[in-house]
């Protein structure tokens, strides 16, 4: 079951206060808003609860979450299928501008330091990067890693998706990921957040640390 946006009388004012041309645009047919779905598509048997972030799976699919060991903080929301995976992170961003143009500069920085390359192109979420950048595997053979991260700017949100192995590269292996962090909805709240402060995610009930499961 896909999202169906609510009607536009219904859409919260801050919804069109980016500065971004366009922003509400990308978002036509997700990620959403939690303020843009019906409370019941919310709680539908198939969407997993994760806080700030409410994920639907595809048959097949497993999820896992990075989960700070230290501080039991689950940092990220990872989405595998086959060989690929789709990491999803959400952040808290201003009422009236994105920050994904200013974050995506960053992270090419960051990909340049670290010896690889990164290179805007056009996706179906808007600008995103795809970068290549060196990798150690647990042997210590260095190889070339190719991953896509997207970015798209909400309602005093920002979610990041990053594309992982076969997917990263072939088309048809992208469509699923695609799919997933469209039906993605981000669950901001009210509560006042410092810019680029990562919005919680919590384990889903019965859920253990770090380990996979099917969706």
């Known amino acids: 079951m896909i999202f169906r946006r609510k009607g536009k009388n219904d859409e919260p004012e801050t919804s069109e206060t980016l500065e971004e041309a366009g922003a509400a645009d990308v978002r036509a047919e997700g990620p959403y808003d939690s303020s843009e779905v019906d ?36 940092q990220a929301v990872l989405l595998m299928l086959d060989d690929s995976a789709l990491e999803l992170r959400a952040f808290a961003a201003p009422k009236t501008t994105g920050i994904w143009n200013e974050v995506r500069q960053e992270i090419a920085a960051e990909a340049a330091r670290m010896g690889g390359t990164a290179t805007e192109t056009d996706g179906p979420f808007g600008t995103e990067l795809v970068l290549v950048v060196p990798v150690e595997d647990p042997e210590g053979q260095v190889f070339s890693q190719t991953s896509r991260v997207i970015g798209v700017d909400g309602p005093r949100w920002l979610l990041r998706g990053t594309v992982l192995g076969r997917a990263a590269v072939e088309p048809d292996a992208a469509e699923p990921m695609e799919a997933t962090l469209r039906n993605v909805v981000v669950v901001r709240g009210n509560e006042p957040m410092a810019v680029r402060e990562s919005l919680p995610l919590q384990l889903p009930p019965g859920a253990e640390p770090n380990a996979p499961e099917e969706v």
Do not use: C, H
């Open 39 to 74: 409370a019941a598509e919310l709680e539908a048997e198939d969407r997993i609860d994760l806080g700030a972030l409410v994920v639907t799976g595809r048959p097949g699919m497993e999820l896992g979450l990075q989960v700070d060991e230290q501080s039991g903080v689950v």
